[in-house]
């Protein structure tokens, strides 16, 4: 058989998985560049191992075609073992990141040659696009590698092809024929996983509200295929995921968009979300409004009508003038679901508290040998106490806990004779003052059951979350407030899990404008430290026991970096800081080409990647969101 002959027999077998355009897409793989890591520094960009140049016979309408983002495929050597072994073909793929057209005459073109002469060449370029003239113009194509080779199968007796694809780099064929994945073949490579896994049936007309996808891949957009994206939730939500874009790029609409798949196409996953700029009470009104899902707002003040309740919430620019808001928060005001959040007057302290009171006190008592062994004893008491009643450092002191440490800490002081004139004698005797802080606060909580505008305690809020409520928004924009309770949930419901190994039902802790909860360690300090540490915490080691993280932000630079590496899943949209970029780079492993990308992107659209929640692991796809705004239009105008 000639060469000829074999190439057209393998097209014949493989353009089922491959797309030529009907014809128009003819290249080849022309060289396989090494890349160079000049920058070595901790936050510099990641860059491929490989930079792949194609080119690609001109044709006027093939740059409308093509785009960024699309998933080429060139035959590697070990396709060539393979097929003395077997009728396996072995490819290697890559991402298309640039593309550009190359006129042979501007390339001829330089600033000393004849001015006229210039102007002459490059009007006549002009009308030479618009022909197909494959001797003046070229295109060219730049790829990096996905590291996977694609396995293709024609053994099949029914001569169905079978493919698979396989971890790893393998080195292409330099001058070898190049292969688009055509749309259904890129379909099944990123969704026919999570469909399988997430039991969906997107043929199934009987889809209630909208479909699972998020939204589009933005490839073939100029022809009549349309690609859906679906993730697998469950993986999303256990194993974090991150939402990362400038002002302006839809991060609160595309957030908004999620949660609204989560609750609609999971079966009990509950969310908890931390809205410090009080806007998704109206991003998520249809869901706060529909009686089948369970739900709470909780605001920072009392709001005694639907007006104040309007009032309280952010809604878009483009709805701050429209009645028709004003009717759907109106209707979710009358479910009753929006309370307010009620701050202790009188604080109980935690046993890490008065932990740490003994631990300050055994630092002043250095030199003192005796005034330590009284300490010492205080511990070891406390210790057993918190073990038999099952307290932890993060529990609320209770009666108990106070008459053992009371008890204690006096006989510490007649047992290793501390004189009643020191600090820790005067510590020691007044631990008894405690009761009386507990017994403030049950009296405020007594007074508040009395009341008819009583709001939710942090207590309170956990029995929300352990009930049957799905979604929970906690809407307050005091600094200072919202973190001390995101630090204590976050603390409680971990600490929970563990005590019980639950898994199940899955919570999302949801952490918008991230900045102020996920703070860098070097440059915070106070309860932004410990929100942070908490909030890192909770990211890795919540995965075990169902507890899930979003953290969204337009200043991924400002994060801490730990948390960050906890995400398996995240959304990038336009970053114009190339110190973001960076971070975002060197986080999670992105190239820097493909991320410089995204400066491209309008609102909604997004850079992919995931280890955990696509069809294929850590490969960047390009998307288009649904708008959310959408949702809630049709919503507002059924009121």
Request: hydrophobic letters at 35%.
């Amino acid at each position: 058989m000639s060469q000829t002959e074999d190439n057209n027999n393998n097209n014949k077998i493989i353009l089922p998985i491959f797309t030529d355009f009907e014809g128009k897409f003819k290249g080849r793989l022309s060289a396989v560049i090494p890349a160079r890591i000049e920058n070595t520094s901790e936050n510099a960009p990641i860059s491929a191992k490989y930079d792949c140049r194609i080119k690609v016979e001109y044709h006027k309408e093939i740059m409308s075609l093509l785009e960024e983002g699309m998933i080429i495929a060139v035959k590697n050597f070990k396709s060539k073992f393979n097929n003395s072994q077997s009728s396996t073909n072995r490819f290697s793929l890559f991402v298309i990141s640039r593309i550009w057209p190359d006129h042979y005459g501007m390339k001829g073109l330089s600033d000393s040659t004849y001015y006229p002469m210039q102007f002459e060449v490059i009007e006549q370029s002009v009308e030479d696009w618009d022909t197909d003239d494959k001797s003046t113009m070229m295109i060219q194509i730049s790829a990096i590698p996905i590291n996977y080779d694609l396995l293709v199968n024609t053994t099949d007796e029914e001569g169905e092809i079978k493919y698979e694809y396989v971890k790893g780099f393998s080195y292409p064929i330099i001058g070898d024929t190049v292969f688009l994945l055509n749309a259904k073949t890129v379909s099944q490579m990123y969704n026919q996983k999570v469909m399988k896994k997430m039991n969906w049936d997107v043929n199934n007309n009987n889809l209630e509200k909208s479909s699972p996808e998020l939204g589009i891949i933005k490839m073939f957009e100029n022809s009549t295929e349309k690609i859906p994206i679906f993730v697998h939730l469950d993986n999303l939500v256990r194993y974090h995921f991150g939402i990362f874009a400038f002002t302006g790029g839809g991060k609160s609409n595309f957030l908004s968009n999620i949660l609204r798949k989560i609750l609609l196409y999971t079966k009990d996953t509950k969310i908890l979300l931390f809205d410090i700029s009080c806007e998704y009470p109206f991003l998520l009104a249809d869901l706060f409004a529909d009686t089948l899902i369970e739900s709470k707002i909780i605001l920072e003040s009392p709001v005694n009508d639907a007006e104040q309740f309007y009032i309280s919430v952010v809604k878009p620019t483009e709805f701050e003038e429209d009645g028709r808001a004003k009717n759907g928060l109106v209707k979710v005001f009358e479910r009753g679901i929006a309370t307010h959040f009620v701050k202790p007057s009188s604080v109980t302290p935690t046993c890490k508290e008065i932990l740490k009171e003994l631990e300050d006190l055994k630092n002043e008592s250095t030199g003192k040998p005796h005034y330590l062994d009284a300490i010492n004893q205080i511990y070891r008491k406390l210790f057993e106490c918190m073990t038999q009643n099952n307290l932890n450092e993060s529990s609320f002191i209770d009666e108990k806990f106070v008459q053992i440490l009371s008890m204690s800490a006096i006989e510490a002081m007649k047992t290793f004779k501390v004189s009643d004139k020191a600090g820790l004698y005067a510590w020691a005797s007044s631990r008894d003052t405690l009761r009386g802080r507990l017994q403030q606060k049950k009296n405020e909580g007594e007074r508040n059951n009395s009341r008819n505008d009583y709001g939710v305690t942090i207590d309170q809020i956990i029995e929300i979350l352990e009930g049957n409520t799905r979604l929970t928004c906690i809407s307050i924009s005091d600094p200072y407030t919202i973190k001390n309770i995101a630090i204590t949930l976050s603390r409680e419901l971990l600490y929970k899990r563990k005590r019980q190994f639950k898994v199940r039902p899955y919570v999302l802790f949801v952490f918008d404008e991230a900045q102020e909860f996920v703070q860098d360690l070097s440059n915070s300090r106070g309860i932004d430290k410990e929100c942070s540490i908490e909030v890192e915490t909770l990211l890795r080691q919540g995965r075990k026991y169902g507890l899930g993280g979003c953290i969204a932000t337009q200043r991924i630079a400002y994060l801490n970096t730990s948390a960050l590496q906890q995400l398996h899943t995240y959304f990038v949209g336009t970053l114009p800081r190339p110190y973001d970029r960076n971070v975002v780079s060197n986080t999670f492993n992105i190239d820097n080409q493909i991320l410089e990308k995204t400066l491209e992107f309008a609102p909604g659209e997004w850079l992919l990647s995931s280890y955990i929640a696509t069809g294929i692991e850590n490969v960047p796809i390009f998307i288009r969101a649904e708008n959310s705004e959408n949702k809630i239009e049709n919503f507002i105008e059924k009121q």
